[in-house]
C-alpha cells in the first residue's frame, strides 16, 4: 500500500465530492465527527463545499473546506471536525 499526502487525499475526495454531486440531483447530507447534522450540500465552490442556506440555522451559506471532509458515500458528506467548526 503507498502511502498518500495530504493533498492526494484532498484531490480525491474532491472528485468522489463532485461525481456524486453530479450523479444525482439530490443534496447531499452533512454530518459532522460526530454525526451531528451540519447542513446540506449546495454544489462544490472551486475547492471548498457550500451549504445550503435553507438548512442553515442561521439562513447563511456555510463553507466546508476540502480537508476537513473525511469521506463521502451514498447517503452523506461525513467530516473530521465537529459542527461547532463550520465557518
Known amino acids: 500500500m503507498t502511502k498518500m ?4 487525499i484532498s484531490d480525491r475526495i474532491a472528485r468522489n465530492l463532485k461525481a456524486r454531486l453530479e450523479q444525482s440531483g439530490e ?4 454530518k459532522d465527527v460526530n ?3 451540519v447542513g ?3 454544489h462544490m465552490d472551486g ?7 435553507s438548512d ?11 480537508d476537513q471532509v473525511e ?3 451514498d ?10 467548526v463550520i465557518a
Open 56 to 66: 442553515s440555522a442561521d439562513g447563511q451559506h456555510h463553507y466546508l473546506s476540502l
Open 71 to 73: 469521506s463521502v458515500d
Open 35 to 37: 454525526g451531528e447534522h
Open 75 to 84: 447517503v452523506a458528506v461525513y467530516l473530521n471536525v465537529e459542527r461547532s
Open 27 to 30: 443534496h447531499l447530507q452533512v
Open 5 to 8: 499526502n495530504a493533498g492526494e
Open 40 to 42: 446540506t450540500v449546495d
Open 47 to 53: 475547492e471548498r463545499v457550500k451549504l445550503t442556506k
